[in-house]
């Protein structure tokens, strides 16, 4: 391996060594000098020089450089604004031509106090202007989308919307219309925004154009608390920083961890924390009264109830889990369960393997790939959704990209069957579980006891979160058990199979851990305080009745589930940025060779779990645009094959039943198989035909 | 007879595969097909390059020749840059908005002429360059216009 | 009279073409190496015929070879003329398109090139008629073709794709803005492969270089300036059209001999010499050879070599607010200067038209100028800048007779007065709001 060849820059009166070909704007920071950008975003691709707020002089060049677009060559010297008149009047113009049709709308503005044309103009620009004509005008604010709102008339052209749309996310939505002094960012007529991650763009944008409908005039910078934790929603487990204001979560933005989402966060992570003032949300304790009726308890009545009926169940209690507690929770109620009632019987949605951590690797190393293999019925957007940015990111690069069995070693694997997992060779390994915490919950669950599982018919039913509450597999155990406990938040969830419920909070509501894809071990810290207690609060209170030693504080419980499985690492130490264990041993395990789906004559119909489904979602009115619309997603070749056009309306049938559905050709799915949101696939078997 | 869908795949076989460089010439074989490129024109292109109707609107709302509102059976286009200014080609365009009845940039009564003034057409020494559905006729001088006018009306 | 190598024999029939030598300079060239048509072409001296002027044997040897960088090499051919005064490459396919096919195949084996675009100007349909009349007469002379791909790719009414990287941009299926260089099209250029983009004058002189020799070619012209070039007449001359010269006969003596002299018994009172891009030139600044030294010399160019000759009926003034509102109007609006820019001088200018201007404003032109100048990504705003600064360097006492007499001189009687532009009109886009 070659060692990095480092080069010596100056810039202004400094002299940095950097690795060869850094970006000039980054060889600068690290000589603790600013290149004022708005452009310039490395994650969108190749630095475009665009807006010409970077210029800067270069000796030996007789014109101002686009700073964004150099690399750093040995001997270069480049003079900023700082030392360099030119370079310092390219700048000002830069921001007077900006300002000559930007509107002076700073006081209505969302993006005051945050914005960096303000805080670039105030360095850089000119402090009056000299435009007297009329500047161009244009309806505003339109919503591009119900969580978007763009004003045209604030935007400065910088395209970063559109190059994210066009080259992160590939959704070809948001788009540039016209051209020069008419041009404007638009969506197709006055069709919104749809896309998982249509959001980003707020982030993105660095004037007040694009801007969150949620958060319109909610609140200014200096109002506001910013609280580092993570998305409790989807296996990635995306960084995030929540913004608060008196107590309420205003507006979720990305935190930027380098190796999982790399500043990016799905629509339903940033936008869905609506649910936590949702108008069912559970305040109280509570107890069914009638068949779809609860009546609520005080704390101590249900405490009581809770204990008399988990003793009547003793070790015949069977817990059914939801994948979305943190470990500390799943810990909590396990050792509960376990080592107070002998009952260790535990229902979870899925069985996430716990030997692909010999494969384990960051989602970044995605990136670099040149050859993986995806094999996920489910689209891999609807179940983790950042990955398939990673996925898309690899593609860009050249990655080859298999959506069956590869033939031989690949670079990467993506699945979401543990199947999989175990026949293709891979130097890297990702799983894409169901749930959010699927992992830290199953070992929170067997680190808390040792009693062997029995399988029992269930005496008491515990249903933890809100999730277990709505699977229908749970729904159907439920009926089985004499009495039901759950929790979790929103009445509606248990309603008709609990006997009593009691209230749970949200990610962003607690202090924990969780585990997300990569086996990346990372910290939840609370937002905003619940209007409930805390669930280990009352876990601890109920443990103490069974004689188990439970603390209700998150850091005590977690360094002792520890202890017992990640060896030494103390909660202040998780961090902020959280790191990746290394790989664990690998096992000598013989490969099993996995059975190859041989193409019949038919299609196989996969029903998949769309991301914009689930309760959060369900209480966030602006989302529910996003919610799948009737497409069945097909293979360009098999498509070809039945002479089917894209966009066209297709028979889908199978035995007896057909339906019919908008037909959108992709490349990035396994030939032989179509897909359609779960719930909309009617009574169609999985085996279906499809004609044009 | 193929369709527009077909046309459109016979287009893109003739560029490297996983590229949009049929967009160009998939949007003027619509415009022929359909007159001006609708909402739905737009969509139907789309669909047939496995893209997005934003993508597609995007491209053609950057060029001059793409019609996004509906025009007339005949396109009139003056070129009114400097060296056909120079000999005249302001005239020409007042005698054909006096002729056909409505301004540069609209299209006459009766829905037949859309006339336009465009930018340097290519033809500067033989000035006044007048494109007629996008054929040139070079030379042109206020007196020719009222032949013109008769040519159009007549359904030529 | 000058020596005819662009139109010589022009036909259009390839059994013409034939009769008179067509393609045995292709079959000669297929004889040589790559690398010994290139070394011919850097012989000849040819430089770029579509306004960058480049040493075109020069750029062929950038593009690196096929073990460097394992990706197709493509040519591509510029013909999207669009730039006013300038149309030239309209009558050379027109009446020569033989010619230039048989560059292009002589052009794509030098530089190892199976596949050839030739990106024509949407507006452009009588020579695209002619140009695919042309490759279809080729169509069973297969020893002629070769293994190369000739894609005829039509523009669609966009002057910013004449830059060679807006020209690729648009030609891969993007809105036609330009990109930042490096990296250049020989490393990377069509589809992010090893690209050469010539002009269409050059490609249809490359098969005559290697007929006559380099040699023979370079003796014609003068240094820096070698060959015959096509220069494109227009404005208020008796004779506009398209002329084949030596470089080095005078702007003066192309104006009287070629252009037989100034329309209407006018008098001349300045000239645009290359192209609306170029820097103006006053009526006694035209005794000037029509070479690239020459007019360095003189702070101006050849460019697209579009000479626009203007008589004293034309308000300078006029001519800035019809040019500022060709760039404005053709503006891509990638980057600020330029989008900004254009639109504000085009305002300003108006001001100083409608005699509402004052002293500052003509300061402020300046500044404005001054400030858009060398700052865009690419030539177009810059151009916009260069040539009302020129306007203003030449013809100062005019814009200020404008402010002092507060009102433009020529009374509406200026050649140039109230003409329409495009941008004045409501966009075809049914979407955008026209601005005031």
């Not at chain 1, 030997?355 to 190393?365: E, G, I, Q």
């Not at chain 1, 019919?660 to 030939?671: G, I, P, T």
Request: proline share 6%; net charge negative.
């Amino acid at each position: 391996m070659s060692a990095t060849e480092f080069v010596k820059v100056t810039i202004d009166e400094r002299t940095v060594e950097v690795p060869k070909g850094t970006g000039m704007v980054e060889t600068a920071a690290a000589a603790g000098i600013e290149i004022p950008v708005f452009c310039y975003e490395p994650r969108l691709g190749a630095p475009v020089g665009a807006c010409r707020m970077c210029l800067v002089e270069v000796e030996g060049m007789p014109k101002l450089q686009a700073g964004c677009t150099l690399t750093a060559q040995d001997g270069m010297v480049v003079k900023t604004a700082r030392t360099s008149t030119q370079a310092a009047e390219g700048q000002n113009s830069t921001l007077e031509f900006i300002l000559v049709n930007h509107p002076l709308d700073c006081p209505v503005c969302d993006k005051g106090g945050e914005c960096p044309l303000q805080d670039l103009t105030f360095r850089y620009g000119p402090g009056n202007t000299r435009m007297t004509f009329p500047k161009r005008t244009f309806e505003k604010p339109i919503p591009i989308s119900p969580l978007i709102a763009l004003d045209r008339e604030r935007c400065i052209l910088c395209y970063r919307c559109t190059r994210f749309s066009e080259n992160v996310a590939e959704d070809g939505q948001l788009v540039a219309i016209n051209r020069g002094a008419q041009s404007m960012i638009a969506t197709f007529e006055d069709e919104p925004y749809r896309g998982h991650f249509s959001g980003n763009v707020t982030e993105l944008c660095p004037v007040g154009a694009l801007t969150s409908t949620q958060y319109r005039f909610e609140a200014r910078p200096w109002e506001i608390q910013k609280v580092p934790t993570v998305c409790g929603l989807c296996p990635v487990g995306c960084n995030i920083s929540a913004t608060t204001r008196e107590g309420k979560v205003k507006r979720v933005l990305s935190r930027n961890h380098p190796e999982v989402d790399e500043g990016w966060l799905c629509d339903k992570g940033r936008y869905a924390f609506d649910h936590l003032h949702a108008r069912d949300r559970i305040t109280a304790p509570l107890r069914k009264a009638g068949p779809r009726r609860f009546e609520q308890l005080t704390w101590d009545d249900a405490l009581d109830a809770v204990e008399a009926a988990l003793r009547a169940g003793g070790s015949s209690t069977v817990t059914a889990l939801s994948g979305g507690e943190s470990v500390e929770e799943a810990y909590g109620l396990a050792k509960l369960l376990r080592q107070g009632l002998g009952a260790n019987e535990a229902v979870l949605p899925e069985d996430v393997p716990d030997n692909l951590d010999a494969f384990r690797a960051p989602l970044s190393a995605l990136r670099t790939a040149k050859t993986i293999a995806v094999l996920s019925s489910t689209p891999v957007v609807e179940r983790a959704p950042v990955v398939d940015l990673w996925l898309k990111a690899a593609r860009r690069l050249g990655a080859t990209i298999s959506y069956t069995r590869p033939a031989g070693a690949v670079d990467a694997l993506v699945t979401d069957d543990p199947a999989h997992a175990a026949s293709v060779e891979a130097t890297n390994v990702y799983f894409l579980p169901l749930t959010p915490n699927g992992r830290g919950v199953a070992d929170a669950w067997s680190a808390a006891g040792d009693g062997e599982p029995a399988d029992v018919e269930p005496a008491v039913l515990v249903i933890s979160g809100d999730e277990a509450a709505l699977n229908p597999g749970v729904r159907a155990l439920a009926e089985r058990a004499d009495t039901v406990i759950g929790f979790g938040m929103f009445e509606e969830s248990f309603r008709g199979i609990a006997d009593l419920v009691l209230p749970g909070t949200s990610y962003l509501e607690r202090d924990g851990t969780t585990i997300n894809l990569e086996g990346r071990l990372q910290r939840q810290r609370r937002a905003v305080l619940a209007p409930v207690p805390d669930v280990l609060a009352w876990l601890a209170k109920l443990a103490e009745r069974f004689g188990v030693e439970l603390s209700p504080y998150a850091a005590n419980v977690f360094d002792e589930v520890a202890a017992k499985c990640f060896g030494e690492i103390r909660y202040a130490d998780v961090g902020e940025i959280a790191e990746l264990p290394p790989r664990a041993e690998r096992r000598a395990a013989t490969r099993e060779p996995g059975s190859q789906t041989e193409p019949g004559s038919g299609l196989r119909l996969v029903a998949y779990k769309p991301l914009f489904s689930g309760p959060a979602v369900e209480r966030t009115p602006e989302l529910q645009f996003q919610r799948p619309n009737g497409e069945l997603q097909m293979h360009a070749d098999d498509a070809r094959a039945r002479g089917i056009r894209n966009g066209q309306t297709v028979t889908v049938s199978s035995n007896g039943t057909s339906l019919e559905l908008k037909a959108r050709l992709m490349r990035n799915l396994a030939r032989g198989t179509v897909r359609v949101a779960d719930g909309q696939q009617g009574d169609l078997h999985p085996e279906v035909e499809v004609r044009a | 007879m193929s369709t527009l869908y077909e046309e459109i795949q016979e287009i893109r076989a003739r560029y490297p595969e996983d590229v949009e460089s049929a967009v160009l010439p998939a949007l003027r074989r619509a415009q022929e097909e359909h007159g001006w490129l609708s909402a739905d024109v737009i969509r139907e292109v789309a669909d047939a390059l496995e893209s997005t109707p934003a993508y597609v609107h995007s491209i053609a709302s950057f060029y001059d020749q793409f019609h996004l509102a509906p025009v007339g059976e005949h396109l009139v286009e003056v070129c009114t840059n400097v060296s056909c200014a120079l000999v005249g080609a302001q005239q020409v365009l007042e005698a054909l908005e006096s002729g056909l009845g409505c301004h540069a940039g609209e299209t006459s009564a009766d829905g037949k002429v859309t006339l336009r003034a465009v930018e340097c057409l290519g033809g500067c020494g033989w000035a006044t360059i007048v494109a007629v559905d996008d054929h040139y006729r070079t030379h042109v001088k206020p007196d020719d216009v009222p032949a013109l006018v008769e040519e159009l009306a007549g359904g030529a | 009279m000058a020596p005819e190598i662009v139109f010589k024999d022009a036909t259009t029939k390839l059994a013409e073409y034939e009769a008179s030598g067509g393609y045995t300079a292709l079959a000669k060239a297929r004889g040589m190496t790559p690398q010994e048509v290139t070394d011919e072409l850097i012989a000849s001296e040819l430089r770029g015929r579509g306004g960058a002027f480049f040493p075109t044997g020069r750029k062929w040897s950038f593009v690196p070879s096929k073990d460097q960088i394992p990706k197709p090499h493509y040519l591509v051919v510029n013909a999207d003329e669009s730039e006013p005064g300038s149309f030239k490459d309209n009558e050379i396919l027109s009446r020569v398109p033989h010619r230039f096919v048989e560059g292009c195949l002589i052009t794509a084996h030098a530089i190892d090139s199976k596949h050839v675009f030739v990106y024509i100007r949407g507006e452009y349909e009588g020579p695209y008629e002619i140009l695919v009349g042309a490759l279809e007469e080729l169509k069973d002379r297969p020893e002629i073709r070769g293994d190369v791909t000739i894609v005829v790719h039509r523009g669609a009414g966009a002057y910013i794709c004449g830059e060679e990287t807006a020209l690729l941009e648009s030609l891969e299926g993007k809105r036609g803005q330009p990109r930042s260089k490096p990296p250049f099209p020989a490393i990377s250029g069509l589809y992010a492969s090893p690209t050469v983009v010539n002009n269409v004058e050059t490609i249809v002189t490359v098969a005559p270089i290697i007929t006559m020799g380099a040699a023979e070619y370079v003796k014609l012209g003068v240094p820096n300036t070698r060959g015959t070039r096509v220069v494109s007449l227009s404005g208020n001359v008796v004779n506009g059209g398209n002329y084949e010269i030596v470089p080095g006969m005078t702007i003066k003596a192309i104006i009287d001999e070629l252009g037989g002299g100034i329309a209407g018994g006018r008098e001349l009172k300045a000239v645009v010499p290359g192209g609306s891009s170029t820097v103006i030139l006053t009526k006694d600044e035209v005794d000037v050879g029509y070479d690239f030294d020459s007019l360095s010399a003189k702070g101006t160019a050849m460019g697209s070599a579009g000479i626009v000759v203007l008589d004293d009926r034309c308000c300078i003034v006029q001519l800035g607010i019809r040019f500022s509102e060709f760039y404005e109007h053709e503006s891509c609006g990638k980057c600020t200067p330029c989008r900004e820019g254009t639109r504000w001088l085009t305002a300003i200018l108006r001001k100083l038209e409608d005699g509402r201007a004052t002293q500052s404003d003509l300061d402020l032109l300046l500044d404005v100028c001054d400030r858009i100048n060398g700052k865009c990504l690419c030539p177009l705003g810059d151009s916009d800048a260069i040539i009302i600064a020129s306007y203003v360097a030449k013809f100062r006492d005019e814009f200020q007779a404008h402010i002092d007499e507060g009102g433009c001189p020529f009374g509406g009687e200026s050649s140039l007065d109230g003409v329409l532009a495009p941008i004045q009109m409501h966009t075809h886009s049914p979407v955008a709001v026209v601005p005031a």
